[in-house]
């Protein structure tokens, strides 16, 4: 079953405005989340490491300031797309490690979620 | 600086056998994951490499030289649902997830 999800799954806003979006990991606690963005035909980016209870620490180039990251429990973490603008439209991704049978150095992601700025 | 090379492309026929190369160059190294994404999707796990060797999962497998710095994932029995993009991804010795550019895989009947 799904081990991380993300809500919601897509979202159209205006210029200007804000919009949140939720990370959760299932039946476990993650004490860290990652943030990406990937762009058409790309890979992913990793924007930023959110840290529960402490920081996110952001990725050079990206701004902590308009990517708001909350850490605020060991299952949730939110990210808030400040003034969004249309260069932000593009899939943002969250992901947890995952510490079971399968692997312990490795991530699981959730299902994304598709932004797009008007 | 740290990086992955893979093919950006790669064509199959339905029900053959296809693998997908990656090479890496990066600051520690836990381990080697590959992920499976299709259009419009969030990444997939697939399989993961610590040690070297071959891990074998269903029809995926995958296999690790560390040191050759290089992996593949094996695809058997290709099916038109395996149509998708593939990306290595190394642990480095931050515990995070250093990304190839993805493989677009592309299965013919």
């Known amino acids: 079953g799904a081990v991380v999800s993300q809500h919601p799954s897509w979202v159209i806003c205006k210029s200007g405005t804000s919009v949140k979006i939720e990370c959760r990991s299932l039946d476990f606690q993650a004490t860290t989340m990652f943030w990406y963005r990937q762009f058409p035909k790309q890979s992913l980016m990793l924007m930023a490491t959110s840290n529960e209870g402490s920081k996110a620490t952001y990725e050079q180039g990206v701004e902590k300031d308009k990517f708001l990251i909350n850490h605020a429990s060991l299952t949730l973490s939110t990210l808030t797309v400040t003034s969004a603008h249309p260069e932000d439209s593009s899939f943002y991704i969250c992901?947890?490690?995952?510490?079971?049978?399968?692997?312990?150095?490795?991530?699981?992601f959730g299902p994304g979620t598709r932004l797009t700025v008007l | 600086g740290q990086s992955l090379e893979q093919p950006s492309e790669v064509t199959a026929v339905e029900g053959a056998i296809v693998q997908i190369n990656c090479t890496y160059q990066?600051?520690?190294?836990?381990?080697l994951s590959w992920y499976q994404q299709h259009d419009g999707g969030a990444p997939t796990f697939l399989s993961y490499n610590a040690l070297d060797g071959l891990e074998e999962t269903g029809r995926f497998s995958s296999f690790l030289s560390r040191s050759d710095s290089y992996g593949y994932l094996l695809l058997q029995e290709l099916q038109m649902k395996d149509s998708a993009s593939y990306f290595c991804?190394?642990?480095?010795?931050?515990?995070?997830?250093?990304w190839g550019a993805g493989t677009k895989l592309i299965i013919k009947p």
């Open positions: 990066t600051s520690g190294f836990y381990g």
């Open positions: 991804a190394v642990t480095d010795s931050n515990y995070q997830l250093i």
């Open positions: 992901s947890v490690w995952f510490i079971g049978s399968v692997s312990t150095d490795t991530q699981y």
